[in-house]
């Protein structure tokens, strides 16, 4: 057993079989609820239960920050096995994770002081994110100590893309920065934006396309600029769209050496605003691990 767990959150869009072959504990990254409900991701409630409800009930759909509460009883459960934790978040631009896990490994360390755990911010998310947690759960699984890994975790940042398509317009108003006559007015133009992870963490508008195939296109093209190498490992993450998801697949693997390529689900966590349809593309090239 690795002397490092690398834990990470929901946003990272691992597929549960990964996440428990690589010895990766995965921590939900937002509460959600709808009616008098409360669920936990992938536990209580599944990412095409969520949106269903998406779909057919948006402004009822809500997700608030998971609490630094939360995340302690996680440290605290992982501590009674693990004296050295590596939590690899969502980036902090667009969630409050990274600031609840500082918050809990602050108290965790009171109350058990040889515990010692790493808050990294991805500055990403989805597959980029989850590609992050791989590589440095592999490294963990090698031996490497908490200060490697989070050299580690450091380089393969940097060296990991991640391109975002959206396939509607019509629920980008849940993140406050469109309005919901604009967004309804958007998606009935059809336009389907393209955007970038960032340096900083942030999502980045680089295109807007008006069909599907275009977009997908558009994002082989993307990923080509800006990758260093055509051998890749890739993770391609879709919101309730697994059809479109294979043949997006497919294309990359016909464009890329495609070093390893994982299929998942988009958290609903981001998928609210993003909307059904959504594709995000995470990748970056072979490590020498």
Do not use: W
Request: proline residues 3%.
């Amino acid at each position: 057993m690795a002397n490092v767990l690398v834990m990470t959150d929901t946003v990272a869009c691992l597929p549960g079989d990964i996440a428990e072959k690589n010895h990766i504990k995965v921590v939900p990254a937002a509460n959600i609820t709808y009616g008098d409900q409360t669920y936990v991701e992938n536990v209580t409630l599944t990412a095409a239960q969520a949106y269903e409800i998406i779909r057919k009930d948006p402004d009822h759909f809500m997700t608030s920050a998971v609490t630094p509460g939360l995340l302690l009883d996680a440290f605290r459960e992982a501590g009674k096995a693990h004296r050295q934790i590596f939590f690899i978040t969502i980036s902090s631009k667009l969630s409050a994770v990274s600031q609840s896990g500082k918050l809990a490994a602050e108290s965790l360390h009171k109350e058990l002081p040889e515990v010692e755990i790493r808050i990294f911010d991805s500055k990403t998310c989805a597959g980029a994110e989850g590609l992050i947690a791989l590589a440095v759960a592999k490294a963990a699984a090698k031996g490497m100590t908490l200060d490697q890994l989070a050299s580690l975790a450091e380089e393969v940042r940097q060296k990991t893309g991640g391109f975002i398509y959206l396939d509607t317009l019509r629920y980008t108003y849940r993140t406050g920065r469109m309005s919901k006559s604009a967004s309804k007015i958007a998606s009935i133009l059809n336009i389907k934006p393209i955007s970038q992870m960032s340096n900083e963490g942030t999502m980045e508008l680089v295109d807007k396309v008006r069909k599907r195939s275009d977009g997908l296109n558009k994002l082989i093209e993307l990923v080509k600029k800006t990758a260093s190498t055509d051998a890749l490992h890739i993770m391609v993450s879709h919101a309730d769209a697994p059809e479109a998801a294979r043949i997006f697949s497919d294309q990359l693997k016909q464009e890329f050496k495609c070093l390893s390529m994982i299929i998942s689900d988009y958290s609903p966590v981001m998928g609210y605003s993003t909307g059904p349809g959504a594709l995000f593309v995470g990748f970056h090239p072979e490590l020498g691990l």
